[in-house]
Nanobody, 121 residues
């Protein structure tokens, strides 16, 4: 099973930057997909950015050009660099992964506990 631990959240003024980190640990065969989601108060959790097979990235339209997802396979880390932050980016950010415990196992999901990002105007 994969355990995910996020860090790097905090309070920042509009226009500022934050870098979120997510550390993956545990016993697994492979992690093929990692992503960042966020959930603002009273809203559904939404996909912010994803990275598949270490290189293929995808972003929600509202963060394109401002956020960058990256992965360091050697360190089992995924990052979310967030620039030009806006008050509407305020949310709890969650790390997510799709992993396989063995070569032929059905892929499974894992979630981190979340880290709060607050952007003040």
């Amino acid at each position: 099973q994969v355990q995910l631990v996020e860090s790097g959240g905090g309070l920042v003024q509009a226009g500022g930057s934050l870098r979120l980190s997510c550390a993956a640990s545990g016993t697994y065969f492979s992690i093929n997909y990692m992503a960042w989601y966020r959930q603002a108060p009273g809203k559904q959790r939404e996909l912010v950015a994803s990275i598949a097979n270490g290189t293929v990235t995808n972003y929600v339209d509202s963060v394109k050009g401002r956020f960058t997802i990256s992965r360091d396979n050697a360190k089992n880390m995924v990052y979310l660099q967030m620039n030009s932050l806006k008050p509407e980016d305020t949310a709890v950010y969650y790390c997510n992964s799709v992993y396989s415990s063995t070569r032929y196992a059905i892929p499974r999901l894992s979630w981190g506990q979340g880290t709060q990002v607050t952007v003040s105007s």
